[in-house]
């Protein structure tokens, strides 16, 4: 209890300064965990990935993976203004262009948040404050970061609003977030995220609270504006449609851990573990004729208290059972390269998976 | 904006006729129908016949509901006069009758005793408001820490002792035992230092029960705010920590604030009877207090408008407060 | 029709414990039947709460319901599909129009007259969460509908209770329960536990799946299917997934701000879907397929958003966006038509068919806008099927007359001018000819698809139409092409 209260922030071992990667955003290893009167939340344990500038990561999982959290991580949005309450347990290094963030001092990390990163949120009406006018938030974001007048910042904010297809900007600037509707709302925001030009943009969930000739507008915004600015993203979804359009790697996330990772060709089409499979079984698609019957993945998302020290998808697994060469089952399985630039944790061998996958799954699909 | 306000203004004149005519029906009926002649319990118990009767012309206690109504209404807008039994009494613009027993004007006594009340609610609303919103806002932002649950144990405190015990505890203390304060109420006009000493400790002990409210209150709406999705996007822009309880968090935190306060002080200009009591100043509180001991039914009435009055009031720049808080509101 | 529809009732034998009540109607008979429903909310505003105009939530619906089917209602937010389905079930009154359930007349029954009827319609929420009292077990939670309706099924209320857990995939033992100690698919399969306690004729279902995970929701899905194959039930079911819709629905209805535009099998709704609505909302959808993400040209990205219901646009309320406007969408509404044996739409100017109203081609202003969201694959496409359409439709009727005629040269001259020659030609021939071009085509064009986009519009029709064999082919040669790329 003391040594919570004491330093939240950083606990674990200390930061090894390891050379800096030459990446534009690197994760390794990364752990977030919460105390709770339950026990430890592990949301995120031991997480590692790439990202260069100008490409999209999309991280896929369900409620309670980590996704999230893990967006959250890479802002420093856990350790800013948590008060008093137990704080996030995160260890690992975050480098942003060179920067080891988590070891950063915190004010420099907050400098670098809205200008070199930024962050679109799942649901805009929420997000954005509903006492202030569009205008003054975006002017708000702006002026943190660039010392002009109030003048100057709202002209930037009436060209962004234009930029993401808003009519009547500069009128729109002076409306509030409840004089928008939803597919506006989210423009708006993505219009302030931008504002700054960040090189790194995490959009959590964009579209899940939009309809869906609304999510296609927004997401054909994303794709442009990522063009235009050239800046990473990381896309984070449930929907793997979602992904397929925008993604250029993925990284499929279960139970706070990363179960497959590769370029979205890889992982779509020679998808090498069993959640992934699970996945795409269950999902009714359009492109394709109609399914006899979907094909669900049993069980329920695990807690996140009490992961089993395995791998954590075992109880679902429907492949828990096939026999496998010289592994214990309490032993957590690491990534492993299963093809180019494609890892997958499992117990599986990979002529298993293999098999599997051509001669089992993808003829169901 | 102009159309919400002259909304609000139609509406709480409508208000104030109909809390008229039913307060009145209420004091002046109701004993008729409980078989209380009023007109005698003016005139005292061992009255003769004659000048109960006298009354009664005078008062117009015979006449149909509706005309004494009307004859009321009027009286508060263009005086009246009382004729009968011989004498003719005028009674000057907002008259609200004559105290059957000091047979003294009610109006005066209410523009004599509203400024006491008035001053004593203002200035404990300006302490608490001060106290309240820092320990809560402190308490929020350092949840779990010493400081917040000191605060809070404090705060308990202050809800559930009751103002005469808190009041007569600062009297003991600072008046008589420390001697510091004199407590005696001065009138303003008297002297500003003398209104001063006499008003503290009422403000200080009435404050106290308010503060922890409000404190609590305050602490919890702050707890929630903190956890909306807008704050967290204040800081992912970057903001500094200060900036965003200042301009984002604190303006949510204040909505639920306002419409408390409102309430709140309404209800004390109406008369915050113990206190008043407790310190014996010479408000509304104590005015009303004295009438309801001696069944002096035209000083509760008086009293009883002006109070509604000043919820009207107070809840009518509540609403024009929270409208320019509240952008949403300006649409409903 | 409901008398007949009891004499050839069949008992089914999963509802053969003695607790059925009522026969059921054969499969295929009209179960419910709406015409010209209506319901507006009406906005009152100031001190006297005058009525200043009214939310015109659902305006003037028209549909069937058979018995044994599934039909499927899909629309954005805004569109009445959630207003619908409490109208059906009458947990809303209607403000006109028609419901008659079974050939009963059920529009303005009060809550006394509606209790009977409660037990053969039943629904299913959207948030589990919320629908499931937390003070109460699940036992209490499943079993009121019998204490409501004082029914006493055989063995017992507990009983019957713990059969129904079981029934929907839960654990019996589980009885004594309270909602939060279960997941979201769980305390969706207790929703669904207890909708079919009284063993209802028709379920309508809100969105049941939409708040949970993907891999619950097949879960969930899946169970639904199941409990129809076994039970014979009707089901309503509501969302905004086309995806999801399509897989659950025998027939679907697509709305738009309060109205029906498209009403259709299933196979013909996704495979030639007529109202561009219907074309839009699906080419919205995103596939999860990376390969498509260079054949973006695919996709109608609709304009702005839905306007408000409580103005709805004159005429086709569907003109302010749509891409084919003309003069006649803004001031006349389309009726709502059966174009094809299965296929009822609402447009003046439908895909995949022969057009409406021929005379009238000059765009609105707000039509050429839209159009250019459309890419231009999409709008040769366009023309190149109706051309294709008007062809065979005047082929089947023969003869036609001279007004189709005029049609048909006017659509077909349209597809020369957008599309070129050979693809009219490509996807007229293979509409005729359909059952034998469609497999060797389907698997060709299909692997053929990521090099070129340009082929991309001749081969979606034959691929969606060719019967399900061709399927298994198809996918194979997208999946056994990478492995060769690794080695």
């Known amino acids: 209890m003391t040594e919570l209260s004491k330093s939240g922030a950083a606990v674990g071992e200390p930061t090894v300064a390891s050379p800096a990667p030459s990446a534009f955003l690197e994760v390794r290893d990364l752990k977030v965990h919460f105390p709770t009167d339950d026990g430890l939340v592990k949301s995120v344990d031991g997480l590692t990935f790439q990202l260069e500038k100008g490409k999209t990561l999309g991280i896929v999982g369900e409620s309670g993976s980590g996704k999230s959290v893990t967006s959250l991580g890479i802002m420093g949005l856990h350790t800013a203004g948590q008060y008093g309450k137990r704080k996030a347990r995160i260890s690992g290094e975050i480098w942003l262009d060179g920067t080891e963030l988590l070891s950063a001092d915190p004010d420099h990390v907050r400098k670098l948040r809205g200008r070199q990163m930024a962050m679109i949120f799942q649901d805009p009406l929420s997000a954005l404050h509903p006492y202030y006018t569009i205008g003054q938030q975006i002017v708000e974001a702006y002026r943190i970061h660039h010392d002009v007048d109030k003048k100057t910042a709202k002209r930037r904010a009436v060209e962004m609003l234009d930029r993401v297809g808003i009519p009547q900007p500069d009128k729109r600037v002076d409306n509030y977030p409840h004089e928008f509707s939803g597919g506006m709302r989210q423009r708006a925001m993505i219009a302030m995220s931008l504002v700054n030009n960040p090189e790194l943009l995490i959009a959590d969930e964009p579209t899940t609270a939009l309809d869906v000739t609304v999510q296609a507008q927004i997401l054909d915004l994303i794709r442009d504006l990522q063009k235009e600015f050239g800046s990473a993203v990381i896309i984070i979804t449930h929907d793997l449609g979602v992904v397929a359009e925008l993604a250029d790697d993925l990284l499929v996330m279960y139970g706070g851990r990363c179960v497959e990772r590769g370029p979205a060709e890889k992982v779509f089409y020679e998808p090498r573990h069993p959640y992934t499979w699970g996945l795409l079984g269950s999902m009714p698609r359009l492109d394709r004729d109609q399914q006899e019957r979907l094909i669900p993945v049993k069980g329920s998302p695990p807690s996140l208290i009490n992961v089993p020290s395995g791998c954590a998808f075992n109880p679902r697994c429907p492949y828990a059972d096939v026999p496998k060469d010289n592994v214990t089952r309490t032993v957590r399985p690491e990534l492993t390269e299963v093809g180019s630039k494609h890892w997958a944790a499992c117990h599986m061998s990979q002529e298993q998976r293999e098999r599997i996958w051509t001669e089992e799954i993808a003829p169901k699909l | ?332 | 029709m409901s008398d007949k529809a009891k004499d050839e009732a069949v008992a089914i034998p999963a509802q053969s414990d003695g607790t059925t009540l009522t026969k059921d109607p054969a499969a295929g008979d009209v179960l419910l039947k709406v015409t010209g429903l209506q319901k507006h909310f009406p906005i009152k505003k100031g001190l006297l709460q005058r009525q200043v105009g009214a939310v015109h939530a659902v305006d003037g619906l028209d549909f069937e319901v058979r018995a044994g089917e599934t039909l499927g209602v899909v629309g954005e937010s805004g569109c009445g599909k959630s207003t619908m389905g409490r109208l059906i079930t009458r947990l809303l009154e209607p403000t006109g129009g028609k419901i008659e359930f079974e050939g009963t007349d059920i529009t303005h029954l009060g809550v006394g007259g509606m209790r009977p009827l409660r037990r053969d319609v039943q629904m299913i929420f959207q948030d589990p969460y919320s629908s499931l009292n937390p003070r109460h077990t699940i036992g209490t939670i499943i079993g009121a509908p019998f204490k409501l309706q004082g029914v006493e099924p055989e063995g017992g209320i507990k009983k019957e209770v713990q059969r129904l857990l079981s029934v929907v995939g839960l654990n019996p033992e589980h009885y004594n329960r309270y909602p939060h100690e279960f997941s979201g698919g769980q305390r969706q399969r207790i929703g669904i536990a207890r909708a079919l306690a009284l063993n209802p004729k028709l379920v309508v279902a809100d969105e049941p799946v939409s708040a949970l995970d993907v891999s619950i929701q097949a879960q969930v899905v899946n169970l639904l299917d199941d409990l129809q194959q076994e039970l014979g039930l009707t089901y309503v079911i509501i969302a905004h997934d086309l995806s999801v819709v399509r897989h659950v629905s025998d027939r679907i209805a697509v709305m738009y701000l309060g109205k029906i535009v498209e009403l259709a099998d299933r196979d013909l709704l996704y495979k030639t879907p007529m109202h561009p609505y219907t074309k839009a909302l699906m080419s919205a959808v995103p596939i999860p397929d990376p390969a498509r993400k260079s054949a973006k040209s695919e996709r109608i990205l609709l304009k702005g958003d839905v306007p408000s219901p409580i103005s709805p646009p004159s005429g086709c309320r569907f003109h302010t966006r749509c891409w084919k406007a003309t003069e006649i969408c803004k001031t006349k509404e389309p009726p709502l038509l059966e174009l094809r044996p299965g296929q009822q739409v609402a447009c003046h100017h439908p895909e995949n068919f022969e057009d409406q109203a021929p005379q009238d081609t000059v765009l609105l202003s707000d039509a050429k806008e839209a159009a250019e969201l459309v890419s231009e694959e999409a709008l040769a496409e366009s023309a190149a099927t109706s051309a294709a359409l008007a062809a065979e439709v005047e082929a089947a009727s023969g003869a036609g007359d001279a007004e189709s005629g005029d049609a048909e040269s006017r659509d077909a001259e349209a597809g020369d001018a957008e599309a070129g020659d050979a693809e009219a030609d490509g996807s007229a021939e293979s509409e005729s000819a359909k059952e034998e071009a469609a497999a060797s085509e389907s698997a060709e064009s299909e692997s053929a698809e990521s090099e070129s986009a340009e082929s991309e519009p001749a081969e979606s029709e034959p691929a969606a139409s060719e019967p399900v064999a061709s399927e298994p082919a198809a996918s194979e040669s997208t999946e056994s092409e990478p492995p060769a790329k690794e080695k």
């Open chain 2, 1 to 332: 904006m102009l159309a919400y306000l002259i909304r609000r203004l139609f509406a709480a004149a409508v208000m104030l006729v109909v809390i008229i005519m039913v307060v009145f029906g209420i004091f002046f009926l109701v004993p008729k129908w409980a078989g209380v002649d009023i007109a005698s319990s003016f005139v005292g118990k061992q009255a003769d016949p004659a000048a109960v009767e006298a009354v009664r012309q005078k008062l117009g206690l015979s006449d149909p509901i509706y005309s004494q109504v009307w004859e009321f209404f009027k009286g508060i807008f263009t005086g009246r006069t009382y004729s009968g039994g011989g004498d003719v009494t005028h009674c000057s613009a907002p008259c609200f009758g004559y105290s059957f027993r000091s047979e003294q004007a009610i109006w005066p006594v209410l523009t004599d005793r509203f400024p006491v009340t008035l001053a004593l609610a203002l200035g404990a609303a300006l302490l608490w408001l001060l106290f309240g919103l820092a320990a809560g806002v402190l308490s929020a932002l350092k949840r779990g820490s010493f400081w917040d649950r000191g605060a809070m144990v404090v705060a308990l405190a202050g809800v559930s002792l009751p103002v005469y015990f808190t009041g007569m505890i600062a009297l003991a203390v600072f008046a008589f035992g420390l001697d510091w304060l004199d407590a005696q109420y001065v009138p303003l006009a008297d002297s500003f230092t003398g209104w001063l000493g006499g008003l503290i400790l009422p403000w200080i002990t009435l404050a106290f029960l308010y503060a922890a409210m409000y404190a609590r209150i305050t602490r919890a709406t702050m707890l929630e705010i903190l956890g909306e999705d807008y704050i967290r996007t204040a800081r992912a822009k970057g903001l500094r920590e200060p900036v965003v309880i200042r301009k984002h968090a604190m303006r949510s935190t204040l909505t639920p604030i306002l419409t408390m306060l409102g309430m709140d002080l309404g209800a004390l200009i109406g008369g915050a009877i113990l206190t008043e009591s407790t310190f014996n100043l010479p408000g509304l509180g104590q005015a009303v207090l004295n009438a309801i001991k001696t069944q002096d039914l035209p000083v509760i009435l008086g009293v009883t408008l002006i109070t509604s009055l000043a919820v009207l009031i107070a809840n009518l720049v509540v609403d024009v407060l929270y409208a320019v808080i509240d952008p949403r509101v300006r649409l409903a």
